[in-house]
């Protein structure tokens, strides 16, 4: 839990290893990491609402906080993962450019449309009966971690993050993992509760296509892929639960 916290947040935890098998726990507990960053969006919203403040407003800022809360990681692997798949040439090529650091077109207009996608959603949810979909959403984007990293899926690179936790995680428990969280889901959207029982099966199934292409495309993940499938499984959820 301790390696967790310190890869997915700023939270000052030092972890006693670093290795495969501590990644492979870290990624297994990713979602109860994704519960404390919920319950912090849910209460930046409510505080929000108490105070009157515009639903956009408050949902950019919930947005902003999470990003400085969790190093803005997961924004820019979803960015550098757009301008990959966005690249022409082989996968060598797609690597180069994902690691090169600078946000290219296709990334920035991920980021633009996640990012409002994103605090329109929260803005929506937040405040109301439905803050149980905030947490909901944010614990799926964790969750989506264990996707990336089910057994049988390569790194696309020798080194760095992906390497590490690559088919590392237990099938059965990732299993469990989505579908306690597509019965809270039910939960979570009452008395609409069909939304979450939809949302989160298709947040699971956004990110198993991710994967897919990833591999096709770069040969398998990267940390910059974890993160684009922790966002985009974190924006499904949302986009589900604010249909009425």
């Not at 990959?84 to 180069?96: I, M, Q, S, T, V």
């Not at 690179?157 to 590392?168: E, K, M, N, W």
């Amino acid at each position: 839990m301790r390696l967790a916290l310190s890869w997915l947040t700023i939270f000052p935890a030092r972890p006693e290893q670093v290795d495969a098998a501590a990644g492979r726990r870290a990624i297994t507990v990713a979602p109860l990491v994704g519960l404390l960053l919920g319950a912090i969006a849910a209460l930046t919203l409510l505080v929000a609402d108490l105070a009157g403040m515009p639903g956009l407003l408050a949902g950019l800022l919930t947005v902003g906080l999470l990003a400085v809360l969790t190093r803005g990681m997961h924004l820019d692997g979803l960015a550098d993962t757009a301008d990959g798949f966005g690249c022409y040439g082989p996968p060598e090529r797609a690597l180069a450019v994902m690691r090169d650091g600078t946000a290219g077109p296709f990334g920035v207009v991920t980021l633009v449309v996640v990012i409002g996608a994103q605090a329109a959603a929260f803005g929506a949810l937040g405040g109301g009966p439905r803050w149980g979909a905030v947490v909901l959403a944010v614990m799926a984007g964790r969750a989506a971690f264990g996707l990336c990293c089910l057994p049988g899926v390569p790194a696309a690179r020798p080194d760095g993050l992906g390497a590490l936790v690559a088919g590392s995680a237990p099938a059965g428990v990732v299993a469990a993992w989505w579908a306690g969280l597509t019965v809270a889901g039910g939960l979570a959207t009452l008395p609409h509760w069909w939304l979450g029982l939809f949302g989160v099966p298709l947040a699971a199934g956004a990110v198993l296509l991710l994967v897919r292409h990833a591999r096709r495309r770069f040969g398998g993940i990267t940390g910059d892929v974890l993160g684009a499938a922790c966002e985009i499984a974190t924006t499904v959820v949302l986009a589900v639960c604010t249909l009425r």
